[in-house]
C-alpha cells in the first residue's frame, strides 16, 4: 500500500492556459474524490467518482473544470483557461466503505499546488 | 446541512502543556465526525474519528476528542504537546458522500 500519489506537486501556468493533475488512488479503494483547498481555508469539496461512475459535483466546478476516471482507477482534473483564482492546492483522497461502517474514512494524498501567474 | 466551526484559527502553548483544539457542529442528525491534520508539504492524516460508537474517542498520538451533543461539540485534546505536533489541524462533519471541513486550526509550540 503507496498511499495515494498525486502527480506534478507543483504546477505554476500563466493565465489562460490549461492545466491537467492526476491522481492514483489506494488500489481497491473504489471512491475518488477531489477537493480544493486555498491559503487560510480548509479544503472544499469538488467532485466524487464511485468506480467510473462521478456521481456528484460542486457548484464550485465551474464548466471549465472537467475530471475523469476512465477505468476507475486513476483520476484525471483538468483546468481550461486558467485563472489567477484558480490558485490553489488540489487534493484528491480515496476510500472504500468498510463493511458495515456507515461513513467511511477518506485518505489523502500529498495535493497539487497551483500558481497561476 | 451540516457543518463545522473551529473556534480558534490560531493556538500556541508550550511544550509539556495540555492542548485543547475547540470545534462545534451543525447537523441535521446524528454526525460522524473527524479530527485530521496537515503537516507542511504533506497530505492530510486522520488523527481519529467518531461515529456514534463511545464518545471519548482515542486516536493517534495521543490525541483525544470527546463529543457532546449536548454542547455540540467536538474538542480536540491532548494532554502534554511535543514539538512534532505544530501543524494545521481540521475538523471534520461527513455530508453524505463528502467531508465537509472547517476552516482550520494552526497549533503552535514553543519551547
Known amino acids: 500500500d503507496t498511499g495515494v500519489s498525486q502527480n506534478p506537486r507543483h504546477k505554476i501556468t500563466k493565465r489562460g492556459q490549461n492545466v491537467t493533475f492526476r491522481c492514483d488512488p489506494i488500489?481497491?479503494?473504489?471512491?475518488l474524490y477531489w477537493y480544493r483547498q486555498t491559503l487560510g481555508q480548509g479544503p472544499e469539496f469538488l467532485t466524487y467518482f464511485q468506480n467510473e461512475a462521478q456521481l456528484e459535483k460542486s457548484r464550485l466546478l465551474s464548466d471549465r473544470f472537467s475530471a475523469e476516471r476512465p477505468k476507475g482507477s486513476f483520476s484525471t482534473l483538468e483546468i481550461q483557461r486558467t485563472e489567477q483564482g484558480d490558485s490553489a492546492m488540489y487534493l484528491c483522497a480515496s476510500s472504500t466503505r468498510a463493511g458495515g461502517d456507515l461513513q467511511e474514512t477518506q485518505y489523502f494524498g500529498p495535493g497539487t499546488r497551483l500558481l497561476v501567474l | 446541512a451540516q457543518s463545522v466551526t473551529q473556534l480558534d484559527s490560531h493556538v500556541s502553548v508550550s511544550e509539556g502543556t495540555p492542548v485543547l483544539l475547540r470545534c462545534n457542529y451543525s447537523?441535521?442528525?446524528?454526525?460522524?465526525l473527524f479530527w485530521y491534520v496537515q503537516h507542511p508539504n504533506k497530505g492530510l492524516q486522520l488523527l481519529l474519528k467518531y461515529t456514534s460508537a463511545a464518545t471519548l474517542v482515542k486516536g493517534i498520538n495521543g490525541f483525544e476528542a470527546e463529543f457532546k451533543k449536548s454542547e455540540t461539540s467536538f474538542h480536540l485534546t491532548k494532554p502534554s504537546a511535543h514539538m512534532s505536533d505544530a501543524a494545521e489541524y481540521f475538523c471534520v462533519v461527513w455530508g453524505t458522500y463528502k467531508y465537509i471541513f472547517g476552516t482550520g486550526t494552526r497549533l503552535k509550540v514553543l519551547a
Open positions: 447537523s441535521s442528525y446524528s454526525p460522524s
Open positions: 488500489s481497491e479503494h473504489n471512491r
